[in-house]
């Protein structure tokens, strides 16, 4: 049994993420920041399904508290599978952004991501296999009118993950980029409406998490060995 490490577990991605990792048969570890209760709701409900998993609470922008506690929770089992799923939207029109604006959107997906994976990847290299995926968005492609913020920071784990599958696939370890356009969350359904999705999507509905979910299921299993260093969108034919 692999242990799973799911950042910004406790969202709508996130939870289908958890789910469909827990049902292919590895230790889920839900992350949340804030919302821990939400985070242990399904942590009891993978385990009343015959799952395993836990809950754990930190700030991914804070690389002291991440660190701490990552080492921590790896002194039985090293990670091997680490989903960087966790961000934050703070949109404005360049011109108009300010700088905390700017900076907590880098902070949580970009830093984020140096903060949870550098503690964790010698570990994972010593057992000479192990998957890093990083969920990114189509903003990161495609750049999103009032949206330089996110876009800047999904495009970054692009470049990211692209060098570290360089630096790590003589060890079996594969890092990818999965890139989601349109997904039908509560968000999204207050951004996105049906009419709107018919214009901009050729598949003419917006994705499902569960569809994003068995991406990363396929990606974090063996039979995708092969594949690193690659961003792979799921959007319904938008680019």
Known sequence: MKHALVTGGSGEIGQAICQRLATDGHHVIVHANQNLAKAQTLVNSIIKSGGSAQAIQFDITDFEQTTNKLTELMQTHPIQILIHNAGIHLDAPLAGMNKAQWDNVIDV??????????????????????RVIAISSIAGITGNRGQANYAAAKAGLSGACK?????????????????????????????????????????????????????????????????????ISINGGMV
């Open 163 to 231: 060098s570290l599958s360089i630096e790590l696939s003589s060890r079996g370890i594969t890092a990818n980029v999965v890139a989601p356009g349109i997904i039908k969350t509560t968000m999204s359904e207050d951004s996105f409406p049906p009419e709107k999705i018919r214009q901009i999507v050729p598949m003419q509905r917006a994705g499902k998490a569960s569809e994003v979910a068995s991406l990363v299921s396929f990606l974090a299993s063996d039979e995708a060995a092969y594949i690193s260093g690659q961003v």
């Open 109 to 130: 997906s970009l830093h984020g991501f140096f903060n949870i994976t550098q503690p964790v990847m010698l570990p994972m290299m010593k057992t000479r296999w192990g």
